[in-house]
């Protein structure tokens, strides 16, 4: 009898990248130094990210846990826009994950709803204001990394452009979710201070 597919257990190891090279979803095979793997690793770095803060969140209790969660799933749909090229076949392109533009609106309205709570922005703020606050910068920082990784893949046509949007959006939200979590905490946004000295 055969196990059920909820019971099935994934092997950790296959051997398939020991000699330097890694799978695409669409199978195709690549030198892990490839710009899809340097993408994928950066995405993945932004959604453990995405994770810590979110941890330090639930012991702040500012509300933002379930955002994150959403936000770390979507993550792991954009690795598989990333890891399926457009023009892979068209079985391959049905196995990945739907991702569109109205996930960049969710984006969107969260930090609308969040903006309409902060005190305007008048200066440049120094990362500050509790460990859920600089946990989520320390997410923005990585998501624009993950973006720039990405956008060279969207010039190329391997890459759908809401993909490039998306982590564009994100950032903006890390960014403002890092000012909310710190109001949420009672902290004080610390700004910037120019230099005075000649």
């Known amino acids: ?20 090279t890694s799978s695409l979803y669409n199978c195709e095979r690549r030198d892990k130094d490839d710009a ?27 509300g933002l846990e379930a955002q994150l969660a959403e936000i770390q799933s979507r ?11 457009l023009y892979a076949s068209s079985d391959a392109m049905k196995a990945r994950a739907a991702f569109s533009e109205t996930h960049v609106e969710t984006l969107e309205g969260w ?12 200066s440049f703020l120094l990362v500050s204001g509790g460990k859920a606050s600089v946990f989520l910068h320390q997410a923005r920082v990585v998501c624009r990394r993950a973006e720039r990784r990405c956008v060279p893949l969207v010039r190329s046509g391997a890459v759908p452009d809401v993909v490039r949007v998306y982590l564009n959006r994100l950032s903006d939200y890390m960014f403002t979710a890092a000012r909310f979590a710190a109001m949420k905490a009672g902290r004080e946004e610390e700004a910037y201070k120019k230099s005075t000295a000649n």
């Open 1 to 20: 009898m055969s196990a059920d597919a909820s019971t099935r257990r994934f092997k950790i190891y296959t051997k398939t990248g020991d000699a330097g």
């Open 36 to 62: 899809a793997f340097d993408a994928l690793g950066d995405v993945d770095e932004c959604n453990v990210a995405c994770g810590i803060a979110r941890e330090f969140c639930v012991d702040e209790n500012n």
């Open 75 to 85: 993550l792991l749909d954009v690795g598989s826009a990333v890891a399926t090229p």
């Open 111 to 122: 930090i609308d709803g969040m903006d309409a709570e902060l005190p305007a922005l008048s």
